[in-house]
């Protein structure tokens, strides 16, 4: 769907899930390289920009704030910049457009397409603001509760799946830096495009400083996860060798009881001898069995 957002000292064409010949169709009606334009279809790419003669081409990835837990949950934001034209060409709506037509395209206001790129690229890089709280959340509530002692679960596969997330929102911010710089090589810094730079720092900051937390809180997990099977193994091996004790000296006991009631009657006592002999060795395997069903 394409749509004018803008129609003034330059125009703002807006296009939205376009189709490849759509694409093909706008590469030509304004003399745009197809390769170039035909980049916005693919799903996974990378922030970049580059010079298409004398358009300027620049892909941003906005973070969609419906799908917090969905690691790859970004769309890409394509915008062709000239002097008379600026195109923007995304899969889903963009809600802050219309924000930037009421704010910014009204009579008073100067603006040019290179202010308007800023605009959308200031709201790309704001998109990973809502992502970064809810990670440092996330990773505030498991870390309570790996030392709460009354809670029990597995926390390795929620700790990896943040840190994922985390490295791939950290990549993009990066990628996002790079665009940055190359947009505004030439251009005279003011307020905003400062304000823009700030803010990528300061979520490219936010985002290593819980990639560290969660790093950190994954290999306290593992070690105090190894520590607990070790005291495990310690208490399984004392009993071990404690019953093993016991077995040797019962069956030594018996063994030595059986021998002398053997010499005795060899050696002719008395058959009331051997008889209290053989009681008291049958009094003894009493006491075997019961000390076998009691272990």
Known sequence: ??????????????????????????????NLHAYTVQDCLEPDHLPKFEIDGLARFIIVRIYNPKELET?????????????DITITIHRLPQPYFEEIE????????????CDVATHIIWHAVNSYLAPAQYLDD???KIESAIFARHTRGKFEEKLYH?????????????????????????TKSNPFIQDLKDLNLKLHSNYEHI???VSNLLNIYISISAHKT????????????????????????WDELQIHARITTQMGISGQSATHAGDYCGHLHLVQTQKVDVI
Do not use: C
């Open 162 to 186: 943040l840190r994922r997330m985390i490295s791939v929102n950290k990549k993009l911010l990066i990628l996002t830096e790079s665009v940055i710089d190359e947009v505004y090589r030439d």
């Open 1 to 30: 769907m394409e749509k004018t957002i803008y129609q003034g000292k330059f125009t703002w064409l807006d296009v939205t899930q376009p189709h490849k010949i759509q694409l093909l169709d706008i590469a030509s009606k304004f």
């Open 211 to 213: 990639h560290e937390d």
């Open 102 to 113: 009421k704010k910014y395209l009204v009579p008073g206001h100067t603006m040019t397409p």
């Open 138 to 140: 996330e990773v505030d």
């Open 71 to 83: 690691p790859h949950s970004v769309q890409d934001l394509t915008s062709k910049l000239r002097t």
């Open 230 to 253: 070790n005291e495990v193994m310690k208490v399984l091996t004392i009993f071990s060798v404690f019953f093993y004790a016991a077995h040797f000296y019962r069956g030594h006991l």
